[in-house]
């Protein structure tokens, strides 16, 4: 059996390994919608770049959520 607090840093250590996959899917997400926009309007370079930095900052916005959300989850009470 493990001890009481041990489950809340196993936790956290699970939040903090997908951060790296989290980062890559929302650019990629954004960059490939950013592309398929600019090629149905006719808009080249644009959208892809706004697609593309709308991307990065949601997978930052992800990171801190869970750098935050595993903070919570290693400092609780034990």
Not at 36 to 47: H, Q
Not at 55 to 76: K, M, P, Q, T
């Amino acid at each position: 059996m493990a001890p009481p607090g041990e489950k809340g840093t196993w936790k956290a250590l699970g939040e903090l390994s997908s951060i790296g996959i989290t980062l890559v899917v929302a650019t990629v997400i954004g960059l490939v919608g950013g592309y398929y926009a600019d090629r149905w309007l006719g808009s080249k370079p644009w959208l892809t770049l706004l697609g593309l930095g709308m991307g990065i900052a949601a997978g930052f916005v992800n990171l801190f959520r869970s750098v935050r959300r595993a903070e919570r989850e290693f400092d609780e009470p034990k």
